[in-house]
């Protein structure tokens, strides 16, 4: 079979769904000998492998124009048995002959419409609809995601399939290099501040005594007007020389800032997924995260889950998790690797075959 993937989004920065097409299909390409796989974008500044491109300028409009209509043609040149579109949309028209696979990896854009521009929210209210229903097979990363497909526009369950998402092998070498941060601090990763809820944990921090020794590490590809956001919250808590914005961070050193790190601290408002749960539990970090969306799936124990809207039960579990016993502490950790373990991108892409194969 040839299959063709709309990687057009893997040509930004390397997180999120970018970095979610790469990981996959560098394990697809490793373990599947079998089937073709052709990559449609719209430049050439990152491939993954065999790359078919239609030359676009990088904007919104070469962006709709591509992923719904243009990338037709790439499909019916490559004579593509499958498609795949990685990110909430597929093209416009469905080609006979065809099979067409969905992946949604969150409605975040449904549950807080305020945190996307207007542009943002009409065309997904008008594009995923009719994407969902083109699709012979939809993929969600999570039960939770799933479930708000469901409740949101009404799938039928049969159609939706859940296939978690795995944690990249350089997280489970327990080799350490320098640390980065010289120190001690706890670590949280964000491209949101505010979905992330990090302004919540910068007020527990100010508060919290017991952190009186600790610097607040903040991570993540924010964009300006985030940071800048950010940034006067930072000062109105009279927090300038405790928070160190460590901004993108390479997967080498995302291992060291959760190696290094007292624990690791997700708050999240909403989650599709939430990798940098498990990315932490595979470095050996005490992790505390909400007791919402998907990350109840992926946390294995609810004493580390928090209400994200009340920071007196998050200044409590940050107290507990500084305060724990050197016993108490490695059955966490070990508790929480073995959760991680399991989330494997080689279990996800033999997943994602068994899909192709099945159409």
Same mark, same amino acid.
């Not at 796989?37 to 591509?66: C, E, G, H, M």
């Given at each position: 079979?040839?299959?063709? %993937?709309? =990687?057009?989004?893997?040509?930004?920065?390397?997180?999120?769904?970018?970095?979610?097409?790469? @990981? $996959?299909?560098?394990?697809?390409?490793?373990?599947?000998?079998?089937?073709?796989?052709? &990559?449609?974008?719209?430049?050439?500044?990152?491939?993954?492998?065999?790359? +078919?491109?239609?030359?676009?300028?990088?904007?919104?409009f070469s962006a709709f124009l591509?992923?719904?209509?243009?990338?037709?043609?790439?499909?019916?040149?490559?004579?593509?048995?499958? &498609?795949?579109?990685?990110a909430h949309i597929l093209p416009?028209?469905?080609?006979?002959?065809?099979?067409?696979?969905?992946?949604?990896?969150?409605?975040?854009? /449904?549950?807080?419409?305020?945190?996307?521009?207007?542009?943002?929210?009409?065309?997904?209210?008008?594009?995923?609809?009719?994407?969902?229903?083109?699709?012979?097979?939809?993929?969600?990363?999570?039960?939770?995601?799933?479930?708000?497909?469901?409740? #949101?526009?009404?799938?039928?369950?049969?159609?939706?399939?859940?296939?978690? $998402?795995?944690?990249?092998?350089?997280?489970? =070498?327990?080799?350490?290099?320098?640390?980065?941060?010289?120190?001690?601090?706890? #670590?949280?990763?964000?491209?949101?501040? +505010?979905?992330?809820?990090?302004?919540? %944990?910068?007020? %527990? &921090?100010?508060?919290?005594?017991?952190?009186?020794?600790?610097?607040?590490?903040?991570?993540? *590809?924010?964009?300006?007007?985030?940071? /800048?956001?950010?940034?006067?919250?930072?000062?109105? *808590?009279?927090?300038?020389?405790? %928070?160190?914005?460590?901004?993108?961070?390479?997967e080498e050193q995302l291992k060291?800032?959760?190696?290094?790190?007292?624990?690791?601290?997700?708050?999240?408002?909403?989650?599709?997924?939430?990798?940098?749960? /498990?990315?932490?539990?595979? @470095?050996?970090?005490?992790?505390?995260?909400?007791?919402?969306?998907?990350?109840?799936?992926?946390?294995?124990?609810?004493?580390?889950?928090?209400?994200?809207?009340?920071?007196?039960?998050?200044?409590?579990?940050?107290?507990?998790?500084?305060?724990?016993?050197?016993?108490?502490?490695?059955?966490?950790?070990?508790?929480?690797?073995?959760?991680?373990?399991?989330?494997?991108?080689?279990?996800?892409?033999?997943?994602? $075959?068994?899909?192709?194969?099945?159409?």
């Amino acid at each position: 079979m040839k299959i063709g %993937v709309n =990687s057009r989004i893997y040509q930004s920065e390397n997180t999120g769904v970018p970095y979610y097409i790469e @990981c $996959l299909y560098n394990k697809l390409l490793e373990i599947d000998q079998a089937n073709g796989y052709v &990559f449609f974008q719209t430049q050439r500044n990152k491939t993954i492998d065999k790359t +078919k491109t239609i030359n676009l300028p990088k904007n919104y409009f070469s962006a709709f124009l591509f992923d719904n209509f243009l990338i037709n043609k790439l499909i019916s040149k490559e004579k593509i048995d499958i &498609f795949h579109g990685p990110a909430h949309i597929l093209p416009f028209f469905k080609k006979n002959n065809v099979k067409y696979i969905l992946t949604i990896h969150d409605l975040s854009f /449904l549950i807080f419409r305020k945190n996307e521009s207007t542009l943002f929210n009409m065309y997904y209210k008008y594009a995923l609809p009719r994407s969902l229903k083109n699709a012979d097979v939809i993929i969600a990363d999570s039960q939770n995601t799933k479930k708000d497909i469901k409740r #949101f526009y009404h799938v039928a369950d049969s159609k939706i399939k859940v296939i978690y $998402l795995g944690v990249n092998d350089i997280y489970f =070498s327990p080799k350490k290099t320098k640390r980065i941060i010289k120190d001690q601090y706890f #670590f949280s990763l964000t491209t949101h501040p +505010k979905r992330k809820n990090i302004y919540r %944990v910068l007020e %527990v &921090f100010a508060d919290n005594k017991n952190l009186s020794d600790y610097k607040y590490v903040i991570a993540g *590809l924010i964009d300006d007007k985030q940071l /800048l956001l950010l940034e006067n919250k930072i000062k109105e *808590l009279k927090l300038d020389n405790r %928070v160190i914005i460590f901004s993108y961070a390479t997967e080498e050193q995302l291992k060291n800032l959760y190696q290094y790190a007292k624990f690791f601290i997700y708050p999240s408002l909403y989650e599709g997924f939430g990798l940098p749960v /498990l990315e932490a539990m595979t @470095c050996k970090c005490p992790v505390i995260s909400s007791n919402n969306s998907s990350l109840i799936e992926i946390n294995p124990s609810k004493d580390w889950l928090v209400n994200p809207y009340n920071n007196q039960d998050i200044s409590d579990k940050i107290n507990k998790v500084l305060f724990l016993s050197e016993k108490k502490r490695a059955e966490l950790l070990s508790n929480n690797y073995n959760c991680a373990k399991k989330f494997t991108w080689e279990k996800t892409a033999r997943s994602y $075959l068994k899909i192709f194969n099945n159409l």
